[in-house]
């Protein structure tokens, strides 16, 4: 034992001394080299920091963000740029701010072709770049896409059991894209963006989950999505290599302020979001870290952990320092929402958060708040704290003195409703209100709120509800014309053209070119059988030089049908004509020609004019024009084909239940087969 004491010794010394040099080596290697994965960026949409029970909550179900917290570097204070989707992301991608950015809202803006993102710094370093998103707000058409060799932003076409397909992307539809994108790049220098839309209202995975609110339901589902990609990247060998960055885009009110979800307010409900860094190897797992980081941090920390040169004059600093024990020069954060001065022409609101303190700023008024009381106990101090408001509010008036204005492109009235149906309502681009005639910050949050409701309650088919709801709209607000015009076509979906009519009025009488109004008014006129007044409401829209080609189409088919009506066959084929001019997807010619052979009993030629319009629709994906499928079923029933025709007035009724003509008409078709019992049924809807 003695004697071999001393080759134990050197033995161990040897071993000793090539494992410190090896770690030292490791270690430096570490220091200087980029990383050698993938870079993971998840991002997921509306996710407020305090409903993770990483960040201390006590009611979520959230078991992948936990085991990555576990493993990473939690930022207990991060912060949102902006409350918004889209604007939120031009940040985050492109690491600067929104009024650098140039996208200040939702709708009408998209980042400019010079932007860089750091999928482009990236991709100039050699690495593979991937976007995968699952909402309509971040669609291609953004810019968003910029510097990504695949982008991916499909949304499932719409159906009658999805019919927000349009709207977003599930989010472990995108997930399987993301992989199938790394098992297609054959490396691992690759860069992931891959952004999950839940838990962005509307709300839809409640079912899933029992026992959870719908939010929390909708979080505990992007949970689920997470952990789907780690496994991926487990099961690939690629989860110990891999730097992965989770956030999320902005938080969400859930009743705080008054809003329940984004884009009005920057309370720090709105502002606050999770930053959970992953790095290779698990290193510096489980830490957190106090320090206030923002969103376009994330730039300037992806670019230095990929050793790649920074892009010029990039505000944000990188995080690297933070994960370990070095530290990053102190900067105060600016976050934005124009949505109130964007959608409704009042007071834009700001917030600067430095250090432990936030101002937010909404005209004139201003408000201080400590952040680091708890969130119950927080009271505005800017009376007792007047230095250090001016202060603040020099820094801010300094930050945003250069800001671009607000030139947005127009919205076209479909996306139009798909912003609605994701929370952003008002009139895209609105005229400023002078501060004498804005309601006051409580007045805006409620009835902005009551809006986004009343627009929940129209989308869900709840259309006596919806009308109600616009009418007390309109009554706060009777200088708005965008409310008018949503209590009339919302009535005129009911049949309830005298309510439509009178709001359409009233709509015209605030802006007297508007050509949707006078297109509704013309359309309900039509339904009542005013003749000459839709005639003269279709042939406004035709003097109006803003009317856009499909307008003009709607108007010349409201004129086809007065003169269908007026049995004037020639100048009815005559409008057709001029209606596929001017939209050739709008099948008005087959409409007239179906109408024309139906009056003079030939049939089978009906028929099939019909079915050549109702082939149009759904090529096209638009819905049939107004009563096509019922006028093609009274012509399926005279040639003896019953169940065709049954068949098109259910899908009729199934889209607009208060058409009287289509509940007629399958009536009819019900007693003439026999089936009293059927008949009965759809009497008592
Ligand atoms: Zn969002």
């Known amino acids: ?269 709105a502002l606050h979001i999770p930053l959970i860094v992953k790095q290779p190897g698990g290193d510096g797992g489980k830490r957190r870290v106090s320090v206030p980081v923002q969103q376009i941090d994330l730039v300037p920390t992806i670019l230095a952990l990929a050793k790649a040169p920074g892009a010029g004059g990039l505000r944000g600093r990188s995080l690297t320092p933070l994960f370990g024990t070095g530290s990053i020069p102190a900067s105060p954060i600016y976050s934005e929402s124009l949505y109130a001065r964007y959608r409704f022409g009042w007071d834009a609101e700001r917030s600067l958060i430095d250090g432990r303190f936030q101002l937010v700023t909404r005209g004139a008024s201003a408000q201080l708040f400590d952040l680091e009381a708890a969130p119950a106990a927080r009271t505005n101090l800017a009376a007792e704290q007047a230095g250090l408001v001016s202060t603040m509010k020099a820094t801010l008036a300094e930050l945003v003195g250069r800001e671009a204005s607000l030139a947005a492109a127009p919205v076209t009235p479909t996306d139009r409703e798909r912003y609605e149906a994701l929370g952003y309502v008002g009139v895209p681009g609105s005229a400023p209100v002078p501060d004498a005639e804005q309601p006051d910050a409580e007045t805006q949050v409620t009835f902005v709120e009551r809006y986004r409701a009343a627009v929940q309650v129209a989308r869900s088919d709840r259309w006596r509800d919806a009308i109600d709801a616009y009418r007390v709209l309109t009554t706060e607000q009777p200088g708005m014309s965008d409310l008018w015009m949503h209590l009339a076509s919302t009535a005129a979906r009911q049949e309830r053209h005298e309510v439509a009519l009178d709001a359409y009025g009233h709509a015209l009488a605030l802006e007297p070119g508007n050509t949707a109004s006078h297109l509704g008014a013309a359309a309900s006129y039509l339904r009542v059988r005013k003749l000459d007044e839709a005639h003269s409401e279709a042939s406004a829209v035709l003097d109006i030089d803003t009317a856009d080609a ?136």
């Open 1 to 269: 034992m003695a004697r071999s004491a001393p080759h134990t010794v050197i033995l161990v010394i040897v071993t000793l001394s090539g494992c410190l040099a090896a770690f030292g080596g490791w270690r430096f290697a570490k220091a200087s080299a980029p990383v050698n994965g993938p870079i993971v960026l998840i991002s997921i949409d509306s996710l407020r920091a305090d409903r993770l029970p990483a960040y201390g909550y006590t009611q979520g179900r959230t078991p992948a963000i936990d085991a990555l917290a576990a493993d990473g570097i939690l930022f207990e204070r991060a912060y949102a740029h902006v409350p918004q989707t889209l604007p939120a992301h031009a940040a985050l991608l492109t690491g600067r701010l929104p009024f650098e950015t140039g996208v200040r809202d939702a709708a009408g803006f998209t980042l400019p072709s010079s932007a860089r993102t750091v999928a482009g710094l990236l991709r100039d370093r050699g690495y593979a770049t991937g976007g995968i998103v699952s909402s309509f707000l971040l669609r291609k058409e953004t810019g968003l896409a910029e510097g990504f060799s695949f982008f991916d932003a499909e949304l499932p076409a719409p159906d009658a059991a999805a019919p927000d397909a349009w709207l977003m992307r599930d989010g472990a539809e995108s997930e399987k894209v993301a992989e199938h994108w790394l098992d297609s790049i054959g490396t691992s220098r690759a860069f992931l963006f891959l952004q999950i839309a839940e838990p962005h209202a509307p709300y839809m995975a409640q079912d899933r989950f029992t026992g959870l609110s719908p939010y929390d339901a909708e979080v505990a589902y992007a949970d689920e999505v997470v952990g789907r990609l780690v496994r991926y990247l487990k099961a690939h060998q690629l989860y110990d290599r891999a730097t992965i960055l989770l956030v999320s885009d902005h938080g969400e009110g859930l009743g705080d302020g008054g809003e329940q979800t984004h884009g009005l307010l920057t309370s720090d409900s």
């Open 550 to 685: 499909v307008q003009k189409a709607e108007a010349h088919e409201v004129l086809a049908r007065v003169a269908l009506s007026r049995k004037d066959a020639e100048l009815a084929q005559a409008e057709a004509a001029a209606s596929e001019t001017a939209d050739a997807n709008r099948p008005v010619k087959a409409f007239v020609e179906g109408r024309l052979a139906l009056d003079q009993g030939r049939d089978a030629e009906a028929v099939e004019a019909f079915e050549r319009a109702l082939a149009t629709a759904g090529r096209t994906g638009r819905p049939p024009l107004t009563d096509l499928r019922v006028y093609a079923a009274e012509a399926l029933v005279r040639v003896e084909r019953t169940p065709d025709a049954e068949q098109l007035l259910r899908a009729e009724l199934s889209a607009f239940p208060a058409n009287v003509r289509a509940r007629a008409a399958l009536q009819t078709l019900y007693r003439a087969s026999g089936r009293s019992q059927d008949a009965a049924a759809l009497a008592q809807h």
